[in-house]
Structure formats: C-alpha cells, structure tokens
C-alpha cells in the first residue's frame, strides 16, 4: 500500500505540476498560493517562463518540462518546438470553417501529442520526487504524461481540472473531445458529429492503450490506470468552475469533487498609470466601455477582433472598447482612436472592474472571472470546452453566445447592444456563489482530502510505491 509520506513536526509538502500554457499555469500559482497560505510548503514546478507565477504566489519554483509544446501568453508569440508552430496555424485555420472542423483538428492533434515520451516525464517526476520528497501532488488534468507517471510510481496526487468539468469524464456516453452540450446558436449537423464521435472515440481507445502499455511496462504491480482521460486521482478533483446542477454526475465511489467556483486571486495589483489613463480616455468620451479578449490562441482570429469593433462602433453609439489583439494587434491598429484602444496584451482583471461587458471566447479563466466581477459577456465559442461553457453560460443566465463563424458587422453589433441593454437574470447569484467559494476554499478541501492519517482513502485501490 502507498503511504502518506506525512513527516511529523514539518508542514505538508504539495508540489503543484503545471503544463507551460499561461492559461494553465496562472490559476494553479493561485492555487499553489493558497495552500501556502493553508499551512502547507508548496513547490510549484512548470516550465522555465513561468518562475514570476511562483513569486507572485509566494512559493518555491522547480523547473519541469512536461510538453513540447507551449504558450506563454500570446500562443504566436512563443517559441515552439518543431512543428508546433505549424499545428497552431493548422489549428487557427480550422477555426475558420466552424465548430466541428475545429473540434476535429484538435482531436487529431491530440491523437499526436499529449503522450509523446512517458518515460521522459516518468523520469523526471522520479527524480523530481527522490529530491523534494513531497508528501502529495497537485497535476493539471490535461497533463495527462504527468497523471500517468504519479500512477505509474504510486505517488499520492489529487486532480485539477482546468476547464469545463466535463474534463474529467463522468461516462462512458461521450468520447472525450466531444461537446456534452452546445449553445442555442450553435447545432452543428448530425453528420458532423458523427464524424467527430468516430474520430474522437478511435483516439481516446488509441490513447488509452498506449496509457495501459506504459503502465504494464513501468508498473506492472500497479492498478491498469483504465480509460485514459478519466484517469484521475482517487483522493480529491478540484474544478475552478461553479457547481452547476445540470453538470453530468459522477460515480458515487469515486474522488471527492470540490467545485472551488473559480481560481483567480483575491485583489490584483494596478498595472500601472498608463492603464488608468487609458480608461479614464476611453470613459471621458463614452458612457459605456466593452473589453474584448479572445485569448491567448485565439486573439489570432483577427478577422473577427475586427467585425466586433465595427459592429460596436455603428451599432452601439457612446461605447468603447479596450481590445486584447494579441499578434494581431500590429494588423488591427487602423481601428484604434477616440473609443477603441488596442494592445497585444491587457491586464485582464484588473479591467473587469472598470468596464460594462466583456466578450470573450468561453475559456474556462474568462468566464468564471466575469463572474467573480459581475460582468455580463458576449461568448464567441471557438474550440475546446468553450461550447459546453457557452452552454452553461447561457443556461444559467450570465452570458449570451453567438457563433463566430457566422458573425458579420450587424450581428456583432445588434449582440453587442443587447448585452448592454438587457439585464442577465443569473448574473448576480452566481457571482455571488462563485465570491463565496475560490482558490482558498478548493485549497482547504484538498488538503482535508489528501491529510488522512492513514494514507490510504476509501476510493483508492491499494497501488504499489514504484522507485
């Protein structure tokens, strides 16, 4: 049986494991710093970029390369391995063509790359854990090299799940890379997503023998990890993400499911008087102030960037925007003037408390921080989980959605009014309920759930210690 590796008269020591995606990494730094906060002595381990998400947190930084590939905040913008660049592009241009072309790319992708050396990775975590000898991890559902290491040598890890809960399969209903559910808007053909169903399901069997091969070879004395993207830990999920009653269930024996609502810090540092004057430039002309950000990846589309500042400017006469363009924002600068300022990068929160709305893509930090601030948005759902959260966004009340890929001037502007001028019923009880919970509240749940006395918790099969 593992042990709990618990040693008297020191604090817990949590390593927190972290892909070297900036989407990723910055709400587990936050996690990372509230259990520090909770008492416990926290590593946070990601790529080298990510050492200032460590200082700001307050916690001791080790670097751990767990991908070859990355995104240090603008995805264009960072230096990629060979042929990640490529595959990127290959990514943005299958946005272009809608919601199933995207989901397909990515799930051929994903058939390429999200187990590229295991034993690279097995490797590191063993050296990682004979140095630090922590008494528990904390791993990105979505490393999924990193999960089936800390199974493969019995190391005691619980689960955080970056995204839509859905992440973390409930069933076996739905191949993984498939959307639980889909927005008003946007009901792709039953063909389409046949094909989708077929393709996703032929990758997830192909990667859930590849994760039972590494296993059978590494750890022969260890539980066989089972379907591949529901390996997760048996101790303790945690969500950044509001526990929504419609979500699918979960096994009733499996991990405690902690629905921490989201994962953003408590207060964000002023970046600085440059930003307030832009604000205030923006504000003294306008009565109404929009903040537009598609994300790290998809700030590339933009085309798009492009029709919402022009719907916005014809058909939402006294408001302006602040526009998060990314590599774009070189392309997009002719729209720039009295009423739309445009940057590569914006300080995202620190905005939300001083604009009216927010459009944004449906990434997993972008809604549940409009939430934390109250914020009603606009959902451009590209890719990924962004369906399934558009989905929810519109079934709890909080956003409206529409489809990028059939957005022109007029439906981007029309949306646009309609979101300031409507009130969205849901917004504020589940600002309130997401306030209430927070990267405190999933860090003082994980460590109830992974401090037994024993070691050992009732949904965990016995594994064996592989050094």
Request: glycine share 10%; charged share 20%; proline share 9%.
């Amino acid at each position: 049986m593992e042990s709990s590796g618990f040693v008297s008269g020191r604090a817990p020591r949590v390593v927190v494991v972290s892909p070297p995606f900036a989407s990723h990494a910055q709400p587990l730094s936050v996690l990372a710093g509230a259990l520090a906060s909770a008492g416990t002595d926290v590593v946070f381990a990601s790529g080298p970029s990510f050492e200032d998400f460590a200082d700001r947190a307050g916690v001791t930084f080790v670097p751990l390369t767990v991908t070859r590939n990355a995104n240090t905040g603008v995805a264009r913008s960072t230096r990629q391995a060979p042929g990640e660049a490529q595959r990127l592009e290959e990514f943005i241009d299958s946005t272009r063509r809608g919601p199933v072309s995207a989901l397909l790319t990515q799930t051929h992708h994903r058939g390429r790359d999200m187990l590229a050396d295991p034993e690279r990775t097995l490797a590191e975590l063993r050296a990682l854990d004979a140095r630090l000898r922590p008494d528990w991890y904390v791993v990105d559902q979505l490393s999924y090299p990193v999960t089936l290491a800390l199974h493969c040598l019995g190391l005691r890890y619980a689960t955080f799940c970056p995204g839509h809960p859905t992440y973390v399969p409930g069933s076996d209903d739905l191949p993984f890379g498939v959307p639980y559910a889909w927005p008003r808007g946007i009901r792709p053909g039953e063909d389409e997503l046949a094909e989708l169903r077929a393709a996703a399901g032929a990758v997830e069997t192909a990667f859930t023998g590849r994760f039972a091969d590494v296993a059978r070879l590494h750890a022969p004395g260890a539980r066989p990890p089972g379907r591949a993207f529901a390996l997760t830990s048996p101790y303790a999920v945690a969500f950044g993400y509001p526990e929504f009653p419609w979500l699918p269930g979960h096994p009733e024996n499996g991990p405690s499911l902690l629905y921490g609502g989201h994962c953003g810090p408590d207060t964000e540092p002023d970046p600085g008087p440059q930003w307030g004057e832009v604000v205030r430039r923006l504000r003294a002309g306008h009565d109404r102030l929009v903040l537009i950000a598609l994300g790290t990846f998809l700030s590339a589309r933009d085309d798009v960037l492009a029709l919402l500042v022009k719907g916005l400017r014809t058909h939402v006469p006294g408001a302006a925007a602040v526009v998060a363009a990314g590599d774009s924002a070189a392309a997009l600068s002719a729209l720039a003037g009295p009423g739309v300022h445009v940057e590569a990068t914006v300080p995202q929160r620190w905005l939300l408390g001083k604009v009216d709305a927010m459009v944004h893509h449906g990434g997993n930090n972008s809604f549940t921080e409009c939430l934390v601030s109250g914020v009603p948005a606009l959902v451009l759902p590209f890719s990924s989980d962004q369906f399934a959260i558009a989905h929810d966004a519109e079934r709890a009340g909080v956003a409206r959605c529409v489809d990028p890929s059939r957005l022109d001037e007029r439906s981007a502007g029309q949306a646009l009014r309609q979101l300031l001028d409507e009130p969205l019923p849901g917004l504020g009880g589940w600002s309130r309920w997401v306030g209430h919970r927070g990267p405190a509240w999933t860090a003082r749940g994980l460590i109830r759930e992974m401090s037994g006395t024993d070691g050992v918790h009732p949904a965990a099969p016995a594994v064996l210690r592989v050094r």
